[in-house]
């Protein structure tokens, strides 16, 4: 039976040409973060959060489980659909029944073919993808906090795609057909820069000079008014060259053709350490051959950092072009590798596109980076057997490919972390001892500094010292270690989220009320015998959520050992939740 999921507009399930009545807003608001992280299991606490924002109610738990089932019953095939995790919940899709998966397919083609300087396929492509669209991003829930922050990026994808569209459609010479799209996008968007450039551009290409310039001064109003910011300096060149009647006007002010992709995000800056890793990694990349690397490590050790920091010094040996791909985001990898690679007609077929993008990599010297990876299945046939085509992966956990360089990265040194800190805030510089405390504090992992810098160098009352004292109690360290959406806590729930096995996830609670921990007892405390508790806990290793202290004894990383403290005391609380304090599971799955 076909099924759609649409989240592009009012949250919607058609099955059989019809709407699927979902219920009450708790039920809408539940599938909705479920569609937004769909084949990940979504922790608890995030869908208690999504749900009733900071005051759950004693029931949140047996009430999250009601609205479940009730799902369950409505959705076609939904009991197979929505699956009990031990960490939460998790809704399983078919390929092309999500009509956020198919935006992105269409987007992402289209953006290649921008990118290439062919307008009319860009054109075809991103306006398939915006007819999709039905209106903002789940817009009956706009008004929920807790999907505020899933929705955001969503949404900005949506109004870039269409901008996207403008700059395509300006390529063919359609501008006397834009203006009047144009004017409702800027009216309903007013602080957005780059539509006001389309429009100066459809409106002088149209013979009116008097409204190209005044399009200029209208938007340094409004963003002087609301910001106190000014236009930037690309818009003010556009408006001289308006003022000038520049020639160069008459022609597209699309992008320019380029055959070979560029996809790198800028490295992060300031970047300390990992010299031997970046000379091991670079030595690798340096053969002419197919090779396949994994970064892994426990989260925030800095994998994706130490990935782009290595892609970007590599560039030059791979002139072909450098792929990137944000796994924890993307779906159809294959695909939409083979559609930045310029392919247009991709197969819909899985299998039929690996073969297509193993021909297509066969014979060039392309670096493809993967972040974020879970599963190693779907990467294993994405590599030709030759050729000077390489792959660097991200991981938290080592994964299981053939003929792979594994590179295991821990937390920064004392002496890194310290150049990290003072270089992301040099004010730490002046109270030396008080920034090695916060580098001790952090220990030395790099997402927890980058954090330290931010509310030292944002937080003008944040002084070294003072921040060093308020991370110092072990208990309000993770609450401190916050900013800006960042988060250490969020970023350790979601690798403990990764836990499917109940006795593994036990064992990791258990591990946050030892320094070291052995199996015997493990076993003892969680009632099962040595082999099982030691095959749990080599669970966690492998998922880089605990590390071996000698041959016998298991140890939690400084920062996770914090936060699965917090697992236990909030378990054998007996106070009503409050702000920030979410009911957890006590035992098993979630039904």
């Given at each position: 039976?076909?099924?759609e999921?649409?989240v592009?507009?009012?949250?919607?399930?058609?099955?059989?040409?019809?709407?699927?009545?979902?219920?009450?807003?708790?039920?809408?608001l539940?599938?909705?973060?479920?569609l937004?992280?769909?084949?990940?299991?979504?922790?608890?606490r995030?869908?208690?959060?999504?749900?009733w924002?900071?005051?759950?109610?004693?029931?949140a738990v047996?009430?999250?489980?009601?609205?479940?089932?009730?799902l369950?019953q409505?959705?076609?095939?939904g009991?197979?659909?929505i699956a009990?995790?031990q960490?939460?919940?998790?809704?399983?899709?078919?390929?092309?029944?999500?009509?956020?998966?198919l935006?992105?397919?269409?987007?992402?083609?289209?953006?290649?073919?921008?990118?290439?300087?062919?307008?009319?396929?860009?054109?075809?492509?991103?306006?398939?993808?915006?007819?999709?669209?039905?209106g903002?991003?789940?817009?009956?829930?706009?008004?929920?906090?807790?999907?505020?922050?899933?929705?955001?990026?969503?949404?900005?994808?949506?109004?870039?795609?269409?901008e996207?569209?403008?700059d395509a459609?300006?390529?063919?010479?359609?501008?006397?057909?834009?203006?009047?799209?144009?004017?409702?996008?800027?009216?309903?968007?007013p602080?957005?820069?780059?539509?006001?450039?389309?429009?100066?551009?459809?409106?002088?290409?149209?013979?009116?000079?008097?409204?190209?310039?005044?399009?200029?001064?209208?938007?340094?109003?409004?963003?002087?008014?609301?910001?106190?910011?000014?236009?930037?300096?690309?818009?003010?060149?556009?408006?001289?060259?308006?003022?000038?009647r520049?020639?160069?006007?008459?022609?597209?002010?699309a992008?320019?053709?380029?055959?070979?992709?560029?996809?790198?995000?800028?490295?992060?800056?300031?970047?300390?350490?990992?010299?031997?890793?970046?000379?091991?990694l670079?030595?690798?990349f340096?053969?002419?051959?197919?090779?396949?690397?994994?970064?892994?490590?426990?989260?925030g050790?800095?994998?994706?950092?130490?990935?782009l920091?290595?892609?970007h010094?590599?560039?030059p040996?791979?002139p072909?072009?450098?792929?990137y791909?944000?796994?924890?985001?993307?779906?159809?990898v294959?695909?939409?590798?083979l559609?930045?690679?310029?392919?247009?007609?991709v197969?819909?077929?899985?299998?039929?596109a690996?073969?297509?993008?193993?021909?297509?990599?066969?014979?060039?010297?392309?670096?493809?980076?993967l972040?974020?990876?879970t599963?190693?299945?779907p990467?294993?046939?994405?590599?030709?057997?030759?050729?000077?085509?390489?792959?660097?992966?991200?991981?938290?956990?080592?994964?299981?490919?053939?003929?792979a360089?594994?590179l295991p990265?821990?937390?920064?040194?004392?002496v890194?972390?310290?150049?990290?800190l003072t270089?992301?805030?040099p004010?730490?510089?002046?109270?030396?001892?008080?920034?090695?405390?916060?580098?001790?504090?952090?220990?030395?992992?790099?997402?927890a500094?980058?954090?330290?810098?931010?509310?030292?160098?944002?937080?003008?009352?944040?002084?070294?010292?003072?921040?060093?004292?308020r991370l110092?109690?072990?208990?309000?360290?993770?609450?401190?270690?916050?900013?800006?959406?960042?988060?250490v806590?969020?970023?350790?729930a979601?690798?403990?989220?990764?836990?499917?096995?109940?006795?593994a996830a036990?064992?990791?609670?258990?591990?946050?009320?030892?320094?070291?921990?052995?199996?015997?007892?493990?076993?003892?405390?969680?009632?099962?015998?040595?082999?099982?508790?030691?095959?749990?806990?080599?669970?966690?290793?492998?998922l880089?959520?605990?590390?071996?202290?000698?041959?016998?004894?298991?140890?939690l990383?400084?920062?996770?050992?914090?936060?699965?403290?917090?697992?236990?005391t909030?378990?054998?609380?007996?106070?009503?939740?409050?702000a920030?304090?979410w009911?957890v599971?006590?035992n098993?799955?979630a039904?």
């Open positions: 039976m076909s099924v999921f649409r592009l507009g009012r949250i919607e399930v058609r099955a059989r040409g019809a709407n699927v009545a979902l219920g009450s807003l708790k039920q809408r539940l599938l909705a973060t479920l937004l992280n769909p084949g990940r299991p979504v922790p608890i995030r869908l208690v959060r999504a749900l924002a900071d005051e759950p109610p004693m029931s047996a009430n999250l489980r009601t609205y479940a089932n009730r369950r409505v959705l076609p095939d009991a197979r659909r009990g995790r960490s939460g919940y998790e809704l399983t899709l078919r390929p092309g029944e999500l009509d956020l998966h935006f992105t397919e269409r987007a992402d083609a289209g953006r290649a073919a921008l990118n290439r300087g062919d307008h009319a396929a860009a054109a075809r492509y991103l306006g398939e993808a915006l007819s999709t669209c039905r903002a991003v789940l817009e009956d829930l706009a008004g929920s906090d807790a999907l505020a922050a899933s929705i955001a990026p969503v949404e900005e994808l949506r109004l870039t795609v269409t996207d569209h403008f459609r300006l390529g063919l010479g359609e501008h006397r057909e834009l203006i009047t799209p144009l004017r409702e996008f800027v009216a309903e968007h602080l957005r820069e780059r539509p006001r450039a389309h429009l100066v551009t459809a409106l002088y290409r149209s013979g009116d000079l008097a409204g190209a310039l005044a399009v200029y001064p209208d938007y340094r109003k409004v963003i002087t008014d609301r910001l106190g910011l000014e236009p930037s300096p690309e818009l003010a060149k556009l408006h001289q060259a308006v003022l000038d520049d020639p160069g006007l008459t022609a597209s002010r992008r320019t053709s380029s055959a070979v992709p560029r996809e790198l995000p800028a490295p992060c800056r300031p970047f300390a350490g990992r010299g031997p890793e970046i000379a091991r670079q030595a690798l340096a053969q002419d051959s197919p090779t396949t690397a994994v970064i892994h490590g426990p989260c050790v800095g994998k994706s950092a130490l990935a920091e290595v892609a010094r590599v560039a040996v791979f072909d072009g450098q792929l791909v944000d796994l924890r985001q993307a779906t159809r294959p695909h939409r590798l559609r930045h690679l310029g392919v247009s007609d197969p819909h077929a899985t299998d039929e690996t073969a297509l993008l193993r021909s297509r990599l066969a014979d060039r010297a392309v670096l493809v980076v972040d974020g990876a599963d190693p299945a990467l294993r046939d994405l590599v030709p057997a030759t050729g000077p085509c390489a792959v660097l992966i991200t991981s938290r956990a080592p994964l299981l490919l053939d003929g360089e594994h990265l821990g937390p920064l040194s004392s890194d972390g310290l150049e990290l270089g992301l805030a004010v730490a510089a002046a109270d030396p001892a008080a920034a090695a405390q916060i580098v001790g504090f952090c220990h030395g992992v790099p997402l500094l980058r954090i330290a810098g931010a509310l030292l160098t944002h937080r003008p009352a944040c002084s070294p010292a003072r921040l060093a004292r110092a109690p072990e208990r309000r360290r993770l609450a401190e270690l916050s900013f800006g959406g960042d988060s806590r969020a970023a350790c979601t690798a403990f989220g990764a836990v499917d096995d109940p006795l036990a064992a990791f609670r258990l591990l946050g009320q030892y320094e070291v921990c052995d199996a015997a007892t493990a076993a003892d405390a969680l009632r099962t015998d040595v082999l099982e508790a030691e095959a749990a806990l080599d669970q966690l290793v492998d880089g959520l605990a590390e071996w202290a000698d041959d016998d004894t298991y140890r990383p400084g920062l996770l050992r914090l936060f699965a403290a917090e697992l236990v909030s378990q054998n609380t007996t106070r009503p939740p409050m920030g304090r009911p599971l006590r098993g799955t039904p």
